[in-house]
Nanobody
């Protein structure tokens, strides 16, 4: 599976962005998909995850209520809608795929495929 993230950019605090992650392969609909981010000088951190059907989602406390993860299995794409952005949301955002998982709360190591990342910069 190859993942291609896009949609990053420069936005003012309080603004919104929508990230997309397009996946290759015919088994996309069977994967748990996740978004992670890594800010300069910091460890990578989990942001959000969505079950293969889209019925279940899970968010980091830092983004709950502001970010929404969704997916379109017909388009092999997962999205991350980010509202009310803050300067501390500045990071490279990565999408990741975990095959054959029945839950959305996964360890980073359970994600087998990773995209190349897209930079989100939030100015104050």
């Amino acid at each position: 599976v190859q993942l291609q993230a896009s949609g990053g950019g420069l936005v003012q605090a309080g603004g919104s962005l929508r990230l997309s992650c397009a996946a290759s392969g015919r088994t996309f609909s069977s994967y748990v998909m996740g978004w992670f981010r890594q800010a300069p000088g910091k460890e990578r951190e989990f942001v959000a995850a969505i079950s293969w059907s889209g019925a279940y989602t899970y968010y980091a406390d830092s983004v709950k209520g502001r970010f929404t993860i969704s997916r379109d299995n017909a388009k092999n794409t997962v999205y991350l809608r980010m509202n009310s952005l803050k300067p501390e949301d500045t990071a490279v955002y990565y999408c990741a795929a975990a095959p054959r998982k029945s839950r959305v709360r996964l360890e980073d190591t359970e994600y087998e495929y990773w995209g190349q990342g897209t930079l989100v910069t939030v100015s104050s």
